[in-house]
């Protein structure tokens, strides 16, 4: 193989005479051509390697593509999602769902891919679903009439300005969910500086500036816990606290952990430590 060059290797679905084929390609060439003609019944088998390392792009069209990283857990693209990675001198494999169709794009040596784009090694490996801005990128690529050299110049920067969009929209992907996390650790404050009142849903995602749908779902997926769980929880973490260290009653004691009902509180605090708030207070020495 020439320097940059990337070979694909199909398996024997593809029918080929002897059993696989292999092709070679070069920085900037446009795969998906020799790709999009195949069919198979069942999933197809490929494996990519390299003499130097290089940046490529995948685009899913239809169908999924399962993509092996050494030393990481599998992707799988779904239609409409892309990945840029670095290939490395290690075989990259590949899994094509059956008779479905795929766009790939061979790019260029990684090493000035990393010159032009600082940041990328941390970005490589991860599907996001397409942009709009994206969307029209792979269009403009996918229907170009150039054909030889300047084709082949026409995609290598293409592939640059695809790059560049998908690092911009995983910047604002990061503000975004900092700006979530901000926000959640204020609502996490305000509840375990109020545990003794009540601590409604709306009230919680008036501050959380977002319905109450949108308050449960992020706090689910950042906390990894039920915003309601998560309140009880330390509801009774504080009532552990205040058994062990001080002398004021157990009734008092629920009240100011936010529990109007006492035995709903007792039940709450067995179901949590095992013990009644009695027995758990004799146990602790107090």
Request: charged share 20%; aromatic share 10%; with cysteine.
């Given at each position: 193989?020439?320097?940059?060059a ?9 029918n080929?005479p ?7 390609y070069y ?19 490929l494996q ?9 792009f ?35 494999k590949?899994r094509?769902?059956p008779?479905?169709?795929l ?5 260029m040596?990684?090493?000035?891919a ?11 490996g ?11 990128q ?15 110049i026409?995609?290598?920067?293409g592939?640059?300005?695809l ?24 609502v ?19 501050l ?32 552990g ?8 009653p ?37």
């Open positions: 193989m020439l320097p940059g990337v070979s694909f290797t199909a398996a024997a679905a593809f080929y002897n059993g696989q084929c292999e092709q070679q920085p900037g060439d446009y795969l998906c051509a020799g790709i999009d003609s195949f069919r198979s019944r069942a999933f197809t088998e990519l390697r390299s003499d130097t390392d290089l940046l490529l995948f685009y899913v069209t239809e169908g999924s593509l399962q993509i092996s990283l050494p030393k990481q857990p599998a992707v799988t693209l779904q239609p409409r999602q892309h990945m840029p990675l670095l290939l490395s001198m290690t075989p990259l590949l094509l769902a008779g479905k169709l766009l790939f794009y061979a790019g040596p990684a090493v000035y990393k010159q032009l784009l600082p940041g990328l090694d941390n970005y490589c991860k599907s996001y679903t397409i942009t709009p801005a994206i969307k029209k792979l269009h403009r690529l996918c229907n170009s009439r150039l054909r030889g050299e300047r084709l082949r026409f995609l290598i920067s592939m640059l300005e790059t560049g969009l998908y690092l911009a929209g995983l910047t604002e992907t990061q503000d975004s969910d900092r700006a979530t996390r901000y926000r959640l650790s204020m996490k404050q305000y509840i375990n500086d109020h545990l003794a009142e009540s601590l409604p849903l709306p009230h919680l995602a008036r959380y500036a977002q319905n109450a749908a949108k308050l449960r779902r992020d706090f689910l997926e950042h906390e990894h816990i039920p915003l309601h769980q998560y309140i009880s929880q330390q509801r009774l973490r504080l009532a606290a205040l058994l062990d260290t001080t002398r004021e157990v009734q008092s004691i629920a009240w100011m952990c936010g529990f109007g009902d006492v035995s709903a509180f007792f039940k709450a605090f067995k179901k949590a430590y095992d013990c009644t708030p009695l027995a758990y207070r004799r146990r602790r020495g107090n």
